[in-house]
């Protein structure tokens, strides 16, 4: 009646077929999320071992489920959020994956060091105007960190598309989740950073969801 959603009752999500527990300090994942992992899972069938990177890994869902996925996949998950890496700690040894997975706090690249074969990050992107037009069960319960991008949204893709390409080995992969008008957006400055192969993918609804790209060779 108060409008909370049923999974911060609960305090669990299911997310790709596990159970991740959640909080009000974390984003709940989306099932338009689980297109990002299985996108990232496509694109590291050929790569042995690959070393992964989630940036603003909120509950852990996205790099625990690859990790879970690949027994020989390692992992650093960073987040700005003390008590969010606290969360994706606990997930972290429900499924198995801590032996493999790294934890850092800061901003973006600030706590990384070490090359990837894939970055992968569903930042905040909501902009400044549509936060005050965020449904309740959003607003009132989602963390804020978690969901605002700034004035257009796009503020975390950008600084994040321009520190990538010295976390990445060649032909290693960035890949974001995205809102359904930010396609073009994000895939441009991607294009203008120099990253190859940047395609844009719908999820189940139609709506553009994720925006991947190939760092080159060179």
């Keep these: 009646l108060s409008r909370e959603p049923l ?22 994942p989306r ?8 996108e990232a899972l496509r694109v590291l069938k050929p790569v042995d071992r690959p070393d992964i990177l989630d940036l603003g890994t909120g509950s852990g869902a996205i790099i625990i489920t690859l990790l879970a996925e690949r027994a020989e996949a390692r992992g650093l998950a960073v987040d ?16 198995d994956v801590s032996g493999r997975l790294g934890f850092e706090s800061g901003s973006w690249f600030d706590p990384v060091s070490g090359m990837f074969d894939l970055i992968v990050s569903n930042p905040p992107y909501i902009s400044d105007e549509a936060m005050t037009r965020l449904e309740p069960e959003v607003q009132n319960f989602d963390p804020a960190l978690a969901l605002s991008g700034g004035r257009d949204g796009l503020d975390p893709y950008g600084l994040i598309i321009q520190g990538a390409p010295g976390f990445l080995r ?38 553009d969801r994720i925006v991947t790209g190939m760092k080159s060779e060179k």
């Design 31 to 38: 099932p338009e999320t689980e297109g990002l992992a299985a």
């Design 7 to 28: 999974d911060h009752i609960l305090g669990y999500r299911e997310f790709y077929g596990r159970r991740f527990n959640i909080s009000k300090d974390v984003l709940s």
């Design 170 to 207: 060649p032909r290693g992969w960035l890949m974001f989740e995205i809102g359904f008008d930010q396609g073009e957006a994000v895939a441009g400055m991607m294009r203008a950073r120099g990253f190859e192969s940047v395609r844009i993918l719908q999820d189940l609804a139609g709506h």
């Design 80 to 95: 700005l959020s003390l008590k969010a890496l606290d969360v994706a700690k606990a997930n972290a040894q429900r499924h």
